[in-house]
């Protein structure tokens, strides 16, 4: 890989107690590539992504997007930098309409989060964009029931359109097709393969399914015990017979 990282973890390690959920991980992301975070129930895989993220902070070590050490930021500080987080359960706004869900992270994106409450008339520009990112997504015919009125697939939907409203250069995937239906998870599969067309952009996912692992994978990072135990192309780590049968915790005719 050629290009300079987009992010970067150096030494990033967090303690509880005397347990280090995650011991002194150091890798580096790059543009136009999807990277899966893979390793058992425990890994420290969504730890780690909350310490990307910002929802946590960690005991040493350092968060770096781009050249700039961000490890101080917060989740929202984070957010405006470029860093789009998707977690493992929806966090919608339930009694809003769908519509206006995408419009307050248009409206956040553009600078204009202190004027939540005002009529999408007003904004018109910032309404289009908001229907723009429903279209994308193929939400726009229920753009005006409530959230909480969506099936969960919907739901995830809408998150992800709720996250690319953001126009993030960093793209956090959290299990993105946990709950859904085998009819549903294709839907935000090709979601994501579409974000990942945009080789601007950097796309971590956290996923234990290998059928997901198989269909987005440019780069398999592997997580057991807090520690980074192997990374590189999917053929490679997949190969590896202590991935296959100790931190993926299947058998090798399982990921043949």
Known sequence: ????????????????????????????????????????????KTTWFNLVSGQLRPSEGRVVLGERDITALSPSGRARA??????QLTTLFPKLSVFENVRLAVQARAGQGHRLFIKA????????????????????????LPAAALPH?????????????MEPDIF???????????DEAPVILDLI??????KARTVLLVEHKMDVVRALADRI????????????????????????????????????
């Open 172 to 182: 956090m995937f959290d299990e993105p097709t946990a709950g859904m239906s085998v």
């Open 153 to 165: 697939g919907d739901q995830r939907k809408l998150e992800v359109a709720m996250l690319l409203a």
């Open 1 to 44: 890989m050629t290009t300079k990282p987009s992010i970067r973890t150096e030494n990033l390690t967090i303690r509880f107690g005397g347990h280090a959920a995650v011991n002194n991980v150091t890798c580096a992301f790059h543009p136009g590539e999807l990277t899966v975070i893979v390793g058992p129930n425990g890994a420290g």
């Open 82 to 87: 470029g860093i789009g987080r998707a977690f």
């Open 221 to 256: 990072v592997v997580l057991h015990n807090g520690e980074l135990v192997t990374d590189g192309e999917p053929a490679e780590v997949m190969a590896l017979d202590l991935v296959r049968e100790i931190y993926l915790g299947v058998g090798a005719d399982e990921v043949a």
């Open 193 to 198: 393969a579409r974000i990942k067309e945009d």
């Open 121 to 144: 008339a007003k904004l018109p520009g910032l309404a289009d964009k908001a229907m723009h990112f429903l279209e994308q997504t193929n939400l726009a015919s229920v753009a005006d």
